[in-house]
């Protein structure tokens, strides 16, 4: 049988019932009994990894909020494999036992309960094992303890190891869960060389070549995500995964690059490296910040390896050198550093075109001269600060980019740091996305040294410089970056792009074999790393879409640095608007997707409201604000998926440029994450956004009408796949959702 996609218009007339987590009532409240609510206080998850078995152990707190007692089912979802060695819920000093439900068990349960009640909720796990538990009488305000134990044989994907956990069920809770905490300690028997998570922020740590802890935390909210953790044992010097995911077939997909460092590269000598320091030291720096900058300088100097090369240079009006070379990281040349950061004192204007000039003919000279080809691929920072516009020599901004690119003929890295507001931020923008680095801002009551020494902690040890990659019978674009810069110590590099297969068209076998080469300099010489890798251009897993999103979000990222640093073109808006809308993508300038009255089906409208926005973000180039925006774009870039934060009820809490200043959260009412799928509010209906090109008010008559909770309904469910009735489980009561499915036809 053939699959073919339907268009579902689905009506809603019934009464509201709560359901709080997977705590559900006995029996079903009544209008004129208080609704029954439950609240989860804590969750702590320790996950245990041994040769790819996970054992669990959950312990969980509930409480009562209803303000009065009442018999409950407690229901926990389970991975479909695992094997539950122990579950009790204690309640007041008792102990109750708990009965496992298989898969089948559990969707039928599932379907009944929401036959009964009216609630579609537990459909987004109708897949999914559960554990069943019932307690009576739970009183209010007096916590019941959950604890689970369960092992688990852990899926693996070609190289990579997948480790879940779900999350997300507390979002049941009836209020922002108080503290939820995961802490995976894997024991591989290899090296782990990669630990990547496209769901959470983690922090890594590796007690050995063979073991990893993953931790995870957060406080006060409803988490929107499972925890997904992927990892991969290897002996290479460099490790690196490639995953790809195909959303139609026959048509391009998407592929997400890791390279990792091995853990026991901190035992190798590290790649020697050049730095320079370049200090504003004009008129405007007095006082708090020419302190700060000098204790920057002091910590950069001060950390540097034995092998490392490095020039210090102070500007304003003009230019000055400590060494006039690049020098090495000696005792004595370090000592002669300080002393000159010692003697740095403010006055004059800013001069950023010399100065940059004369730090990049530094870097040229010293490689034109050097003896070694080791110093000849070393790689090289330049650390600029300024908190100024240029006023003195050369002011144009294009000339000072035009310039400096010219005369970085090492590829040198170059990191910018705006203090104050006082600065040009497309110039500084733009200098660090052309030369490899980044941009950063400190504002006026910040510590500029804070700011210089997290980022060189990073980069000071780097493992392989100027990497790049090829996948054999494939094609690659739009990489997100589209350079894979330098490795460091800790590090891990994460690349999204575009990819397609150069094989003919008749040729049906989705799994190609092909070759992954990551090249770059390694352990001061080029060095070619070759893997083996296997290509499922038929993979349509719900569980790999977050590359296709992941990747999106950077595509956004970079349009909008495009636009905001070189003005905007008609292909860039087209190429912002169609993405925005068809991921729900919120920024700045397409928050009007949120707004209710704008017709996501009228392109012209979405590209003129674009375009206005547009030319408002090349025009702010000085700042607060600017800086905001910059820095919004900047957070982009995330190494985990776009995954606004979801309310309880499924609105999205996204952040702009005001709310990123006041590290804030704005919810939209009018957007709802369901089941990863992005759904827009527009008159009565809930429409996916794989569907904004349709007029609903036009098109009514391709729909098909299912009533919610009829036999219809129910066959739907029995059809689809789990993550696919993921999407009805967010459809609340008085609501008509317009969405995409898959069904067989009959």
Avoid at 283 to 296: F, N, P, V, W
């Amino acid at each position: 049988m053939t699959r073919f996609p339907l268009l579902l218009v689905l009506a809603i007339a019934c009464a509201h019932v709560a359901l709080a987590q997977f705590v559900l009532p006995r029996p079903e409240p009544t209008p004129d009994l208080p609704r029954h609510t439950w609240q989860v206080e804590s969750r702590y998850v320790d996950m245990q990894v041994t040769h790819q078995v996970a054992t669990v152990t959950v312990t969980e707190t509930l409480l009562n909020t209803c303000g009065r007692a009442f018999e409950a089912d407690y229901l926990f979802p389970l991975p479909p494999d695992a094997a539950v060695s122990s579950l009790t819920l204690t309640v007041d000093g008792r102990e109750m036992s708990g009965e496992i439900m298989d898969a089948d068990a559990a969707r039928r349960y599932y379907e009944d309960i929401v036959r009964r009640r009216k609630d579609p909720a537990l459909l987004e796990y109708a897949g999914l094992g559960c554990f069943r538990l019932s307690a009576f009488p739970l009183e209010p305000g007096k916590p019941a303890r959950i604890s689970l134990r369960y092992d688990q044989i852990l899926r693996r994907e070609s190289d990579l190891t997948e480790l879940t956990f779900p999350l997300a069920t507390a979002r049941r809770s009836s209020a922002e869960v108080a503290e939820i905490e995961v802490v995976a300690e894997i024991h591989g028997t290899r090296d782990i060389t990669t630990v990547y998570s496209p769901t959470v922020d983690i922090e890594v740590d590796y007690p050995t070549s063979q073991d990893a802890v993953v931790r995870y935390s957060t406080r006060n909210e409803f988490p929107s995500a499972d925890f997904v953790v992927y990892y991969r044992e290897d002996t290479s010097e460099v490790g690196a995964t490639l995953l790809s995911y195909f959303p139609e077939r026959g048509k391009d997909g998407y592929y997400l690059l890791l390279v990792s460092p091995h853990p026991c590269a901190t035992s190798q000598a590290p790649l020697a490296k050049d730095v320079i320091l370049v200090l504003d030291r004009s008129g405007s720096m007095s006082g708090e910040k020419i302190a700060q900058a000098r204790d920057a300088a002091r910590f950069v100097i001060n950390n540097l390896n034995p092998e490392d090369r490095f020039e210090l240079i102070s500007y304003n009006d003009g230019v000055e050198t400590c060494f006039n070379a690049l020098l090495p990281g000696t005792n004595e040349n370090r000592a002669r550093a300080l002393e000159d950061v010692n003697r740095v004192e403010s006055g004059g204007g800013t001069n950023i075109h010399d100065a940059l000039g004369r730090a990049m003919e530094i870097l040229s000279n010293g490689n034109r001269q050097a003896s070694l080809i080791s110093d000849a691929t070393r790689p090289a920072y330049v650390f600029f600060m300024t908190d100024g516009l240029p006023t003195v020599g050369v002011t144009d901004e294009q000339l000072i980019i035009a310039d400096t690119r010219r005369a970085n003929d090492t590829g040198a890295r170059l990191f910018c740091f705006g203090v104050g507001y006082d600065v040009n931020v497309r110039l500084l923008d733009n200098l660090s996305n052309t030369q490899g680095g980044r941009s950063s801002y400190v504002k006026p009551e910040e510590d500029i040294e804070a700011n210089v020494s997290a980022l060189y902690a990073k980069i000071k040890n780097p493992v392989m410089s100027d990497l790049a990659m090829s996948l054999d019978g494939f094609k690659l674009r739009d990489g997100q970056p589209s350079q894979l810069g330098d490795l460091f110590k800790g590090d891990q590099i994460v690349q999204v792009g575009r990819l397609a297969s150069n094989r003919p068209s008749n040729v049906s076998d989705d799994r190609i074999a092909a070759n992954l080469l990551v090249s770059g300099i390694f352990e001061n010489r080029p060095q070619d790393f070759n893997y083996p890798v296997s290509i499922e251009v038929g993979n349509r897993r719900s569980s790999f879409k977050f590359i296709e999103k992941l990747w999106a979000q950077r595509r956004v990222a970079f349009l909008l640095d495009e636009v905001r640093l070189k003005g905007k073109t008609g292909e860039l808006i087209d190429e912002i608007v169609e993405l925005a809308t068809r991921y729900g993508i919120v920024t700045p300038y397409t928050s009007y997707l949120a707004d209710e009255n704008s017709r996501l089906s009228s392109v012209s409208e979405l590209r003129i409201e674009t375009s206005r926005r547009a030319d408002a973000l090349f025009e702010d180039v000085q700042g607060k604000d600017a800086q905001v925006e910059s820095q919004s774009i900047q957070s982009m870039r995330s190494l985990i998926a776009p995954k606004a934060s979801v309310a309880q009820d499924g609105s999205l809490r996204v952040r702009g440029g005001r709310e990123m200043e006041a590290d804030e959260t704005q919810s939209v009412s009018t957007m709802r994450q369901i089941g990863g799928e992005i759904f827009y509010k527009r008159g009565d209906y809930w429409i996916e956004s794989s569907l904004t090109h349709l007029d609903l008010e036009k098109d009514l008559d391709q729909c098909i009408h299912i009533s919610r909770f009829s036999d219809a309904y129910f066959n739907l469910i029995a059809a689809q796949s789990a993550a696919e009735n993921a999407l009805l489980s967010g459809q609340r009561d008085g609501e008509k959702f317009s969405c995409r499915s898959v069904v067989e036809p009959t």
